[in-house]
């Protein structure tokens, strides 16, 4: 089943202690991507990465890190996590690289809690 | 930087209504645009995707429709159900980056 496979669903932290969220997609995709959903802010791109070893900036990179090493694997590294980062983090993947017309599909979320 | 709105922010409807979702952006310079539809604690489902070149998208009793120029895009859904209770959220792809709406929360009342 074609799918983005995010890991843990839930993680309740506390300040300071890395942690690390991973995405993984079995559909061959070059485009992933990180964001933040917060109430009455909607979804917020953090990262996004093109194809193995490119990745840029989105909106909200401030204390996040990411990496990609393998085309599957898009992992978000939160290094000396606080608590203005307690959100519900989602993963994407699309298949194509470039600005063209190719549907994003969604892993399931992360519930972050940083206490 | 692309803003993204959607009017209404909630919607109540009795079943069988015919409805339509609105979102505005910014900048009109977009690859395409996706309706999505979020269930509570789920993740993002895609309902549609519109290109640029579009000027409408139909997927059973969703259709979209996109006017670039004016920097709007539709989502009609048609003979409302229950099971369509959702936030619906619209997302115009421009460049390498997507910009969301915060959505428009639907509920149909059976």
């Known amino acids: 089943e074609a799918q983005v496979t995010q890991n843990p669903r839930y993680l309740i932290t506390v300040t300071g202690k890395k942690l690390t969220v991973t995405c993984s997609q079995n559909m061959n995709h070059e485009y992933m991507s990180w964001y933040r959903q917060d109430p009455g802010l909607g979804l917020r791109q953090i990262y996004y990465s093109m194809n193995v070893e490119v990745t840029d900036k989105g909106d909200v990179p401030e204390g996040y890190k990411v990496s990609r090493k393998e085309k599957r694997n898009f992992p978000l590294i939160l290094e000396s996590p606080s608590p203005n980062q307690t959100s519900l983090y989602f993963c994407?993947?699309?298949?194509?690289?470039?600005?063209?017309?190719?549907?994003?599909?969604f892993g399931d979320g992360t519930r972050l809690s940083i206490l | 930087k692309q803003e993204v709105t959607q009017i209404p922010a909630a919607l109540s409807v009795p079943e069988g209504e015919n409805l339509v979702l609105n979102c505005s952006f910014t900048d009109s310079a977009i690859y395409n645009l996706q309706w999505f539809r979020q269930d509570p604690g789920k993740g993002l489902t895609s309902l549609l995707l519109?290109?640029?070149?579009?000027r409408e998208q139909t997927s059973g009793r969703l259709n979209a429709s996109l006017d670039k120029s004016s920097g709007r895009s539709t989502l009609y859904i048609a003979a409302s159900q229950p099971g369509d209770s959702a936030t619906y959220l619209c997302?115009?792809?421009?460049?390498?980056?997507?910009?969301f709406g915060t959505g428009t929360s639907l509920t149909v009342i059976p």
């Open positions: 997302a115009p792809r421009g460049g390498n980056q997507f910009y």
């Open positions: 519109i290109q640029s070149s579009q």
């Open positions: 994407a993947s699309s298949p194509d690289s470039s600005g063209s017309n190719q549907p994003q599909h």
